[in-house]
Each structure stands twice: as structure tokens, then as C-alpha cells.
């Protein structure tokens, strides 16, 4: 006790005794170890990070690119799934992903301009619609495919069918339209946040401007803050088609198929997809040997097909900016 | 150069302010004020920074409506028209009375399309009538011989100073009566400076212009009429040339002679 009081109020003189500005400049030993403990250990984390998506991307690399041609991707799957390839499954997607887009971008980009540009920012309506968007955001994808059944198949399905249809089963079934309805609604958070932070990022100048020349509000947003933000809005709307292209749980009961031996004929077919395609091989095959390779190059084609939207998404959004950029 | 106007004659009132009180939420940024601003003639708001100078220039043409928490209390006339009036859009008011701004604001778009933009949306669809408006902003704006080759380009291109005569060439392309500029030259080299200011002679002829600076000097060299705010209060309004030969407040003296701002 009274050995380490001794040198202590000795310590303090001398540090008083220096001017401040030493005391300013001198960076001590322990701010030093601090910085480097921080250096090594967020380094360390990140290195594990990149080490594990090496490791995945690697893995599926080396085992489907033996597979991978072109007639993988433009064949049919044969001989219970052992032989062929995907094409269907891509088909499917593809026409998923498009009536989702369609069907899903505007009602968000709408529900952002609404939330940004003219609900009332501090009333109570706004803030619950702000929760209520972020709790969609959160709610299970296996949650959004059984609402897609009880909804869009059972409910609308079922009702247009007795409606037009006199009772028969039309639309009352798992279908493409439902499966990308379904995607449309668990995707519409991404494009709602994506729209408004882009909305947000519009300078006020530029709006003044726009007003300040008679431009009514709503002159403003179509001219002025929308073209604007369209980067923003973009990259959401490639963001939530990558989303969509790789979910299986909402569409499992709305619309994906085990097998067609056939492309979706319209609206109220059911389609096949690469995601759902991967779990069924995964899980279903008669002859475990003779998919595996089929199933490592299907994944290796989702991987693909998910990194180019992302990198699209990219590429958009510093292009646009780049366009867009205001001030000097 | 206009900053000597007809000694005798009064020119007719364009803007008719009267205690004009502008708040944001429950404190007062500027007021109250009772101004004319004379028709064709340019009046400066001169003060130091945070004196409400801007504040009051966006109260004449309803700017600070976009900001959520500003109200205001008093009237301001255009005319004679109350603009703050029931039942008056301020749309229409904006296009009767255009704004330059502190930084210039071009929009992403091409030369031709940011002049044009007041008139499109105005609903002007003949495209050689919009050409021609066009043309004679870009000229009224001293902007065309630079740019008439490249009306194409992005507006993006241009420096900071031609930006700015852009802006001032889209506000005039729609023909408003009366101009308020925010600090249109603070951000601008001595040179672009000089440019604007030669500029905004030229246009007091046709325009009611009303400039917020910083710049004694600038306002001395522009403006036929100075108003001196201090600290949210009108503190002097005068003809230039009695403002800062002989003025009759104890402050704008002070100000002016440099003892403060």
C-alpha cells in the first residue's frame, strides 16, 4: 500500500510539471497497445470472414464446374434428376423474378415516396407504417410462403376460380403468379428502404431550385427528386431480385414444383426453380453419387447468377451516381 | 453605376412588407420588418452572419414554408395581392417571384434542359418558342457565347461562376417579376463575381431584384437601396448612397466602418 502511494503523487508532479503541450503530443504506451490489440483482433475477424467465403465459393467451384456446359444449362433434368440439367429451373426463375419485380417495385418505390416525401415525418401513422416495414423485413421466410397459401392461393386463388371459372381448380393452386406475388410482398421491405434512403440523399437544394422555378410538389418529385434517387432506387431493385432468386421457403407452397417435364405455360403453372431444384437433389435423389455432381454445378449456377445481380447492383448505382453527382 | 437613382422621382412599390415576423418553432429568426421594395430597382439585405437577412429573402416568395417548424406572422404584398393570402398557392407565387441561391444548383441534366425546366412544367410544350426563351436567358444571363455550342452537355460541366449565371438564366427564363438572390456570389472567385454583379445591373432594368450579401462592397456596387439587419431586427432601410455616407443609426455606422460583423 504505502510503496505504490509513494511514487504516485511524485508521478503526478512531474506530469504537471511538463508544459501541456508535451502532455498533449506524448501518446502512451497503453493508448499504443490499445490500438494495436484493436488492429490485430478486427484484422483477424475479417480475415475469418473472407477465409469462410474462400473456403464455400472454392468448394462449389471445384466440384460443379466439371458439370457445367452449355447443354446443363439449356437441357431438361433426365432419368430422375441424375442426368440433364436446369433449364427449366432457370425459365422459372426468371419468369418468377420478372412478375415479382413487377408486381413488387412499384407498390414499394410507391410506399417510399409516400413515407419521404408526403407523410407528415414526426406523426404517429408514419412511425407505425416505419415499424410495421421493419417487422416485415424480419418475419420468416416460411411465414411469408404459408400467408402465400392462405392468401394468394386459397383465398384469391379459390375465389377467382369460383368466380370465372365455375369451381374448377384454375387458379386456386400453387401457380407462378402466386409464387411471385408471394416473393413481391417478402421483398418489398428491401425496395421500401432502399427507395427511401435514396429519397433522403436527394440534396435540398435541389428541390428548392425545382420549387423556386413554380414546380409543384408533386412536379418536383416526378423531375427532380425521383431521377435523382434512381440510383438508389435501382440498386434496391436489383438487391430485392437477388433475394428473390435465391428464397425456397416462400414459394414452397405457392408455386415451385419437385418435377415438370415441361416450361410454366402461364400464369397458373407451376414452375421449377434453381433454389428449390437444389434442395430437391439434395434430398430427394434415388442415386446420391450421380446427382452430387448435378446438384454442386445447380448451386454453382445460383452462386453465379445472385453474384452478378449484386455486382450489377454495384455498378449501377457508382454509374448513376456518378451522372448524378451534385456540387463542384 | 446604379447605385445613384433618380433623386426625385419614387419608383413604384413592388413588394409591400409589413411587420413581418418569421419564427422556426417557438423562437424568432427575423422581424419585425416593414419594408417597399422598389419595382426595377435592386434593394440589398445586408448584416452579419445569422442576422436573418436570408430568412427574411425566403419569406418573399414563401421558401421557408419547406421548412416544417417556420411560421410567420404579418404581411408581404405583391402588387398589392397578399401572397401570403387564404386560398393563394405559392406555386404561383414562386413563379411571380424567382430565387437564386447561396450554392449554385444546377440539375443533373443538360445546359438546355435546366434553363428550360421552369418553362416545361409550366406547360410550355412549343419546342421553338422554348428554344428562343431559352436562347434570351442564356443571354440576359451574359451564359450564351460560352455555352451555345454545347447546350447539350451536362450542366455538371460548367465552373462554379457559370453554374451560377445558369441558375440566374433558368430563374429568368420564366419571366418572374421580381428576383431574390441568397448570396449569389459568395462562393464565387473575384472574377465570377464581377461577372454576376455586371449582370444583375444589366437586369434591374426589366427586374425587381432583391440580394441578400455579406459583401458591403457588393452592395454598394449593386443596389440602389439597402436594407441593414442586426441580431433579427430591420435596423436601417435606405437609399445605398445615404446608408453608407450618412447613416442615421448609431449601429449601421458601426457595422459599416467595420467596428463589428
Not at chain 1, 406523426?123 to 407504417?129: A, E, G, P, Q, Y
Not at chain 2, 413592388?14 to 420588418?33: A, D, H, M
Amino acid at each position: 500500500m504505502s510503496t505504490n502511494a509513494g511514487p504516485a503523487p511524485k508521478d503526478a508532479e512531474r506530469r504537471r510539471n511538463k508544459t501541456s503541450a508535451q502532455r498533449v503530443f506524448v501518446r502512451t504506451v497503453s493508448n499504443r497497445l490499445g490500438d494495436a490489440t484493436m488492429a490485430i483482433s478486427s484484422g483477424l475477424a475479417t480475415a475469418l470472414v473472407l477465409a469462410i467465403l474462400a473456403v464455400i465459393l472454392f468448394d462449389i467451384a471445384r466440384s460443379g464446374s466439371s458439370h457445367l456446359s452449355i447443354a446443363f444449362l439449356t437441357q431438361a433434368p433426365r432419368e430422375g434428376m441424375t442426368a440433364g440439367g436446369i433449364f427449366p429451373a432457370i425459365v422459372g426463375m426468371v419468369e418468377m423474378v420478372f412478375l415479382m419485380t413487377l408486381a413488387g417495385v412499384p407498390v414499394g418505390v410507391a410506399t417510399a415516396i409516400y413515407l419521404h416525401e408526403y407523410a407528415p415525418a414526426q406523426s404517429r401513422l408514419t412511425r407505425l407504417i416505419r415499424i410495421a416495414v421493419a417487422n416485415l423485413a424480419g418475419v420468416p421466410s416460411i411465414v411469408f410462403g404459408l400467408f402465400g397459401l392462405g392468401f394468394f392461393v386459397q383465398f384469391l386463388g379459390a375465389g377467382i376460380d369460383k368466380m370465372f371459372f365455375g369451381g374448377q381448380k384454375v387458379y386456386g393452386q400453387p401457380a407462378l403468379l402466386w409464387a411471385a406475388l408471394t416473393m413481391a410482398v417478402l421483398t418489398l421491405p428491401v425496395v421500401i428502404v432502399a427507395t427511401e434512403e435514396a429519397l433522403r440523399a436527394v440534396p435540398r437544394e435541389l428541390r428548392e431550385a425545382s420549387l423556386a422555378l413554380g414546380a409543384t410538389k408533386l412536379q418536383t418529385v416526378i423531375h427532380v427528386v425521383v431521377p435523382q434517387a434512381s440510383a438508389g432506387i435501382l440498386t434496391g431493385m436489383i438487391l430485392a431480385v437477388s433475394r428473390g432468386a435465391g428464397e425456397v421457403a416462400p414459394i414452397l407452397f405457392t408455386g415451385a414444383a419437385y418435377f415438370l417435364p415441361h416450361l410454366p405455360k402461364g400464369l397458373s403453372s407451376q414452375f421449377m426453380t434453381p433454389s428449390y431444384h437444389v434442395y430437391v437433389l439434395a434430398t430427394q435423389s434415388p442415386d446420391v453419387d450421380a446427382t452430387k455432381p448435378i446438384l454442386y454445378t445447380t448451386v454453382l449456377v445460383l452462386v453465379a447468377l445472385t453474384f452478378v445481380l449484386n455486382i450489377a447492383a454495384v455498378v449501377v448505382r457508382a454509374r448513376v451516381r456518378r451522372q448524378n453527382s451534385f456540387g463542384h | 453605376m446604379s447605385s445613384a437613382p433618380a433623386q426625385n422621382a419614387t419608383p413604384a412599390t413592388k413588394l409591400t412588407v409589413r411587420e413581418l415576423c418569421v419564427y422556426y418553432g417557438e423562437k424568432k429568426g427575423v422581424g419585425p420588418v416593414t419594408m417597399d421594395v422598389a419595382e426595377k430597382h435592386v434593394t440589398a439585405f445586408i448584416g452579419p452572419s445569422g442576422c436573418g437577412k436570408s430568412t427574411f429573402l425566403r419569406a418573399l416568395n414563401r421558401m421557408n414554408e419547406l421548412i416544417p417548424t417556420c411560421h410567420m406572422t404579418g404581411e408581404v404584398k405583391l402588387d398589392g395581392e397578399a401572397i401570403y393570402g387564404p386560398g393563394v398557392d405559392p406555386v404561383t407565387v414562386r413563379r411571380r417571384i424567382g430565387m437564386v441561391f447561396q450554392r449554385s444548383n444546377p440539375f443533373p441534366k443538360s445546359i438546355i434542359e435546366n434553363v428550360a425546366y421552369g418553362l416545361r412544367i409550366g406547360g410550355l410544350k412549343d419546342e421553338r418558342e422554348i428554344a428562343m426563351r431559352v436562347e434570351r436567358a442564356l443571354q440576359q444571363a451574359a451564359l450564351w457565347d460560352e455555352v451555345k455550342d454545347r447546350l447539350e452537355d451536362n450542366a455538371l460541366g460548367l465552373s462554379g461562376g457559370q453554374q451560377q449565371r445558369l441558375c440566374i438564366a433558368r430563374a429568368l427564363a420564366v419571366e418572374p417579376e421580381v428576383l431574390l438572390m441568397d448570396e449569389p456570389a459568395s462562393a464565387l472567385d473575384p472574377i465570377a463575381t464581377a461577372h454576376i454583379e455586371e449582370l444583375i445591373n444589366e437586369i434591374s432594368t426589366d427586374y425587381t431584384i432583391a440580394i441578400v450579401t455579406h459583401n458591403m462592397q457588393q452592395a454598394a456596387r449593386v443596389a440602389d437601396y439597402t436594407a441593414f439587419f442586426y441580431m433579427g431586427e430591420l435596423v436601417e432601410f435606405d437609399r445605398t448612397d445615404v446608408l453608407f455616407t450618412k447613416p442615421s443609426n448609431q449601429r449601421t455606422e458601426d457595422y459599416i466602418t467595420g467596428r463589428f460583423g
